[in-house]
């Protein structure tokens, strides 16, 4: 959950941040703006590298593979025509 998260403030805040650039607000420069997305991103990379290790990628890379839906169908080789 920690992970979505970070994903949705790390976009929302690419957005605000853009679109407050081109209208021209003086927040865009102020330190914040410019240290919280280090945080965020800081934050995404930790828990991508968490869940990678939850995953025992290091150890076994098969576990990745097989816990990780099919983004695209396979054919079925039954209906395929020769």
């Known amino acids: 959950m920690l992970h979505q998260t ?4 790390a976009g929302l805040g690419f957005a605000v941040r853009a679109w407050a650039s081109l ?3 003086p927040w865009v420069r102020g ?8 945080g965020v991103d800081t934050v995404l990379l930790a828990s991508a590298l968490t ?3 939850m995953l025992r990628y290091n150890r076994e ?3 990745l593979i097989r816990s ?4 695209y169908p396979t054919p079925n080789r039954a209906n395929r025509s020769r």
């Open 51 to 53: 869940k990678l290790w």
């Open 61 to 63: 890379p098969a576990v």
């Open 23 to 25: 209208r021209g607000l």
């Open 6 to 9: 970070a994903v949705v403030l």
């Open 31 to 38: 330190r914040a703006a410019k240290t919280v997305p280090h």
């Open 68 to 71: 990780t839906p099919c983004l």
